[in-house]
């Protein structure tokens, strides 16, 4: 089952500071959250659902600007 498209997945890897060997789904969560606002430093707090939800939208938006910058 594919979570995530190969557009999603070009852009996390982009926006992302460095990448793991092994692309996880962990990996992805924590990307997302990272667009959302979500904050490195503090691994001892949960991601939560607000700030996955913003990250998810944002990633939404820049693989719409991306696909829109590549049509014309």
């Given at each position: ?21 092994v692309?996880t789904a ?19 707090t ?8 913003r990250g ?9 600007g ?7």
């Amino acid at each position: 089952m594919e979570i995530l498209n190969p557009l999603q997945i070009k852009v996390l890897k982009a926006k992302s500071p460095k990448l793991p060997k092994v692309l996880t789904a962990g990996w992805a969560v924590e990307a997302i959250a990272r667009l959302g606002g979500y904050l490195e430093h503090r691994h001892r707090t949960p991601i939560g659902i607000q700030v996955l939800w913003r990250g998810w939208l944002k990633l939404h938006d820049l693989c719409e600007g991306l696909q829109l910058a590549t049509e014309t």
